[in-house]
């Protein structure tokens, strides 16, 4: 069973619910996929939950950029979203891992790292997922 890590805004609770059903119908294994940490407890589980999700991505197969509209952005992709999708290009590159990296769509050019979306998947470094 191939493993599948899910990566995108924890804010979008009914997003992710939807992907990770969807990925576990299609035979996935999701091994990880955001998850809000409550602001009273933040600064003692956000390290844990953190260091996990990328030993995770490490293990995965397939990574899964759930780049939703947020905040009236299509194809939202924040600043924790784009150093997850840099560590597993610089996995790829350098380590000669082989995880597929999936974007749900092309950013909108608000989006602060779309030109280097773009250049990746110009480069055939991340692919667009076609249902």
Known sequence: MKKIVIVGSAKLKSK???WKKYWEKEGFDVIDY?????????????????????????????????????????GYIGAESFAEIC???V???INNTNIEILLLQVPDRKVQSYQEVDLWLKLGWLKLYKK
């Open 16 to 18: 992710i619910k939807f």
């Open 34 to 74: 955001p998850k809000w940490v409550e602001m009273s407890n933040f600064l003692n589980e956000y390290p844990t939950v953190y260091k996990t999700f990328f030993l995770n991505i490490y293990k995965a197969d397939v990574l899964f950029i759930m780049n939703e509209t947020k905040n009236n952005i299509e």
């Open 87 to 89: 560590f597993t290009v």
């Open 91 to 93: 996995q790829n590159l």
